[in-house]
């Protein structure tokens, strides 16, 4: 199993970026499959999700900003990510896992995430 992102880079607060993540080895659909940051020092955030079901969830702080969404027949994951901050500058993670549990605040349990990619960097400068 192995998970490939790409898409990062340095853009200025206001605009967008898409991140893609490619997997590799299983057939991801029956998975629930997410977005993690980690900004330096502090804890990841699953900030968003799409579960098997094909629900989505977002932390609060992106929601209206980021879309998670995926193409089976490429077995390929995005995230759209519009709008962004400063405060949105942080290592990217592909993730995989199965029932990855969701808090109330919409972000998602790091820890029920099984399978990660290498990470793709984002900054956004103000």
């Not at 199993?1 to 991140?19: C, I, P, W, Y």
């Amino acid at each position: 199993v192995q998970l490939v992102e790409s898409g990062g880079g340095s853009v200025q607060a206001g605009g967008s970026l898409r991140l893609s993540c490619v997997v590799y080895g299983y057939s991801y659909s029956t998975w629930d499959m997410g977005w993690v940051r980690q900004a330096p020092g502090k804890a990841r955030e699953g900030v968003a999700t799409i579960k098997s079901d094909e629900t989505t969830y977002y932390v609060d702080s992106v929601k209206g900003r980021f879309t998670i969404s995926q193409d089976s027949a490429k077995n390929t994951l995005y995230l759209q990510m519009n709008s962004l901050k400063p405060g949105d500058t942080a290592m990217y993670y592909c993730a995989a896992g199965t029932a990855v549990e969701i808090t109330a605040n919409g972000a998602a349990r790091v820890e029920g995430f099984d399978y990660w990619g290498q990470g793709t960097q984002v900054t956004v400068s103000s």
